[in-house]
């Protein structure tokens, strides 16, 4: 975000696994989110912590074994989707990167829209084959024709292990102002109030004065 505060003719690109994006980092979402940061998130799940050589992550099915879970992973599998609707994501899609050509749109799309962009994309590991290649190459079906992108389709068959598993925009808003857009109008009122008053008024009534530019405060 700050990179786009900055620039904000560029197009930013956050990129990042599911155990940063869901597990370490996933706190951020939430908050780039409700401001709907004009910014592409590429969220690449390769279902374990890869990097760092093979950890449970948030989208390791149970079951599993790996470094941190040698009797098998025991919780629930985090679900992105219903979590990205909840939080009013404002594009939200699934694709794979066995799907060159389709995940190519699908990031074009992502980069003309204005606002949060969210690309999950199921990506399987080679050195860490938790998402089979042949399997995840078989369980993916394009999004229903009929599909509802609206709040209604939470959670409703979007879930990490749901099969087939879907792939396209689940979800798409469009007059939703970014949160570039919102600042700069802050800002230009905030610069009109102050040089037509020195005083401060909050939302609940109440002002006083406030030093003028250069002034010292006593
Ligand atoms: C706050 C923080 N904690 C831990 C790390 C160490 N770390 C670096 S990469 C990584 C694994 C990331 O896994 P994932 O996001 O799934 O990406 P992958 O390596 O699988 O592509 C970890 C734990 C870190 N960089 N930052």
């Not at 629930?76 to 794979?96: C, E, G, H, K, N």
């Not at 199921?122 to 084959?129: A, K, Q």
């Not at 992108?149 to 068959?157: C, P």
């Not at 109008?185 to 040089?195: K, L, Q, V």
Request: aromatic share 8%.
């Amino acid at each position: 975000m700050g990179a786009k505060t900055v620039a904000p003719d560029l197009t930013v690109f956050a990129i990042g696994g599911d155990g940063d994006g869901l597990g370490i980092g996933g706190g951020h979402i939430a908050h780039a989110a409700r401001k709907n940061a004009d910014i592409k998130y590429l969220l690449i799940d390769n279902r374990v912590y890869g990097l760092t050589k093979g950890q449970a992550s948030p989208t390791t099915p149970p079951g599993e074994n790996t470094k941190t879970s040698p009797f098998g992973v025991y919780e629930d599998t985090l679900d992105a989707i219903p979590m990205f609707l909840a939080y009013d994501v404002s594009f939200i899609a699934r694709m794979t990167s066995l799907r060159v050509k389709e995940l190519t749109e699908v990031i074009k799309a992502a980069i003309t829209h204005k606002g949060m962009a969210i690309v999950y994309i199921l990506s399987p590991c080679r050195t860490f084959p938790i998402l089979d290649l042949e399997e995840t190459k078989s369980i993916f079906q394009p999004l229903p024709e009929d599909y509802a992108r609206d709040k209604q389709a939470q959670g409703d068959g979007n879930g990490v292990l749901d099969k087939p598993m879907y792939t396209g925009s689940f979800y798409q808003v469009r007059s939703r102002p970014w949160r570039e857009a919102r600042s700069r109008d802050r800002r230009s009122h905030a610069e009109h109030e102050t040089a037509s008053s020195t005083r401060w008024r909050s939302s609940s009534g109440v002002s006083r004065d406030v030093p003028q530019a250069g002034s010292v405060a006593t």
